[in-house]
């Protein structure tokens, strides 16, 4: 059974920065790519990062680049997501999933498990 648990979201100030974590079990968590999407009140789900098995490879939205960090630790199977800049247009549901490969994708459709999501509230 996987599980993949997100924690690091709370409320902060325009501008602010804060780390996302997700923990996985129940699976070989280095042999599969892991993303980041996110969900806003009324919107769609849309990708946010992602981070190749090996993590030698990773891809950003064009609205978190150069803010977002993604990042990985495969012997505490533990994917991160660093956010610095933050923005009010990033308050959302930040969630972690498993990708059905070793390499990157931004399409949710290439996801099997996801996390539960931990919420991110930026204040202007």
């Known amino acids: 059974q996987v599980q993949l648990v997100e924690s690091g979201g709370g409320l902060l100030q325009a501008g602010g920065s804060l780390r996302l974590s997700c923990a996985a079990s129940?699976?070989?968590?280095?042999?599969?790519?892991m993303g980041w999407f996110r969900q806003a009140p009324g919107k769609e789900r849309e990708f946010v990062a992602v981070?190749?098995?090996?993590?030698?490879?990773?891809y950003y939205a064009e609205s978190v680049k150069g803010r977002f960090t993604v990042s990985r630790d495969n012997a505490k199977n533990t994917v991160y997501l660093q956010m610095n800049s933050l923005k009010s247009e990033d308050t959302a549901v930040y969630y972690c999933?498993?990708?059905?490969?070793?390499?990157?994708?931004?399409?949710?459709?290439?996801?099997?498990?996801w996390g539960q999501g931990t919420q991110v509230t930026v204040s202007s």
């Open positions: 981070i190749s098995a090996s993590a030698s490879s990773t």
């Open positions: 129940g699976r070989t968590f280095s042999a599969y790519a």
């Open positions: 999933a498993s990708a059905r490969f070793t390499y990157r994708s931004s399409s949710p459709s290439d996801y099997n498990y």
